[in-house]
């Protein structure tokens, strides 16, 4: 247990590191949930027309992830960095530091997913790319690829890790509940449109 405790408590303090805010602010372009969706994630980055900005979130908020796992897996073990990027991701969801209201988890999903299951990102990326450049829909290419990837994982006999990247696909899609509403009513944003 004091293993698990410790993997979960770093992997949380990682993830909790609010990359889009911080970077956003530092290039003084203001308060990233002030704008379009409100959320702090690259794809609302994106919204403030800086492409590097938010290119540099969605890899700085995924190696957060990837960083936590790898670390706590190389002291304490392959079943600690599974905790660790899956508090990780929880972090980057309820960061203490900002009211516990974080993000999404898409990039934190990728980054945790390339700590443990890296080949896995290949077929992330597959999907997520297949889908946005169909629809144009940041949103609705993650939630697919996260539906994707518990199945695979699970098909390929990885079952532990299928089981926690299912359950971080069901936080992640709740805490989508207002991009999936929009998807519905066709008022969702596409790449590359403001706001
Ligand atoms: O799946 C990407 C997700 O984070 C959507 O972000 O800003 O469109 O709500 P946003």
Known sequence: LPIALAAAVIGYLFGSIPFGLILTRAAGLGDVRSIGSGNIGATNV????????????????????????????????????????????????????????????VATYIGTLLGVAPIMVVLFAAVWLAVAFTTRYSSLSALVAMLVIPVALWILGNEKVAAVMAIMTLISYWKHKANISRLMSGAESKIGAKG
């Open 46 to 105: 994106l919204r403030t027309g800086n492409r590097t900005l938010a290119a540099a979130t969605l890899l700085l908020d995924a190696l957060k992830a990837s960083a936590a796992a790898w670390i706590v897996g190389y002291f304490l073990g392959e079943e600690a960095a599974i905790i660790a990027g899956f508090f990780a991701f929880i972090g980057h969801l309820f960061p203490v530091w900002i009211g516990f209201k974080g993000g999404k988890g």
